[in-house]
């Protein structure tokens, strides 16, 4: 886990960058909205939990967090829901009734500290009015992402994602062409429906979230996006329901790995100037 970074006025992103042979790296990453009630944007996976509550607390008193909004119950978002609602005390979940139904046959979630929000709202929080829109794709029905208009942050929680070769702080130092590459290989992958999409009509969703003037696009999987790149990001999601899906690793792949004495299981060091070509590295 690196340092967390602050993308615009009050909102930081807590970073947590995971090795993905072989494409690189992915991140998962999570937001703080600081201010008057501050805002805990998902809470990062149960793998990293301890890193991620002593760098939101280095950002906010846990005591401080009003609010703690769940974009959605997959658990690289929610893994760590529990834990940190017990480490916030005074935080509200703003969540929605149907994740709430697809947590609860796991997790201990009382209704008395959740708040509803719906599609297309806005949320107070500390004076700040945060629009929770559908993010262009997204891979549960409960997916909502937080735009806060005062600074023109927009959560786009899976949408964007992509890998990187390495670690940075604005897509902008990603190489150009390993960025573009990413952004179709990840977003193809976790929106496999992306094939029979109406481009006319999904096209005219991504209007909608496209047209709100975002100056920064965050999320759990990508670098910050930022200036110009905005509008390039926004051109490469359009392209992704005419994009050729991205072969997976499958068994024949995995015994190679196998062959090669690669296992990525437990976390073996890979060099990132091998990330976008397999065969990987065997381990030392
Ligand atoms: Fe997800
Ligand atoms: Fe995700």
């Known amino acids: 886990m690196a340092n967390a970074y602050e993308v615009a ?18 991140d998962f990453n999570s937001a703080m909205i600081r201010g008057p009630e501050p805002v805990a944007t998902d809470t990062g996976a ?53 994740a709430v139904v697809r947590m609860i046959e796991e997790w201990p979630i009382s209704l008395r500290r959740c708040r509803f929000v719906e599609e297309n709202m806005a949320f107070g929080a500390g004076g700040r009015a945060l629009a929770t829109l559908r993010p262009p794709l997204f ?40 960025w573009q590459e990413g952004m179709r290989i990840v977003n193809c992958v ?3 429906w992306h094939r029979w999409l109406d481009e006319t009509k999904w096209g005219r969703h991504v209007d909608t979230v496209e047209v709100l003037g975002i100056k920064v696009i965050g999320g759990c999987h990508t670098r910050s996006i930022t200036g110009s790149m905005v509008a390039e990001a926004f051109k ?7 994009a050729a899906s991205w072969e997976v690793p499958n068994q024949a792949v995995l ?30």
């Open 236 to 242: 490469l999601i359009r392209q992704v329901p005419a």
């Open 139 to 178: 891979d549960s029905p409960v997916t909502r992402g937080p735009f806060d208009p005062s600074n023109g942050v927009f959560w786009a929680v899976d949408c964007f994602a992509t890998s990187v070769p390495h670690a940075a702080v604005d897509i902008a130092e990603i190489d150009r062409e390993a």
């Open 255 to 284: 015994e190679a790995w196998w062959e090669a004495g690669v296992d990525v299981v437990n976390g073996t060091p890979v060099d990132p100037a091998t990330t976008f070509s397999c065969p990987l590295e065997p381990s030392p």
């Open 46 to 98: 149960p793998v990293h939990r301890d890193d991620f509550l002593a760098t939101l607390a280095s950002l906010v008193d846990p005591d401080d967090v009003r609010w703690l909004f769940l974009s959605h119950d997959d658990r690289d978002h929610a893994g760590y829901l529990i834990p940190l609602l017990e480490a916030c005390p005074n935080a509200t979940l703003v969540t929605s009734w149907f």
């Open 9 to 26: 006025r009050d909102t930081w992103v807590i970073p947590q960058l995971v090795l993905a042979p072989p494409i690189g790296h992915v």
């Open 190 to 192: 976790n929106h496999p």
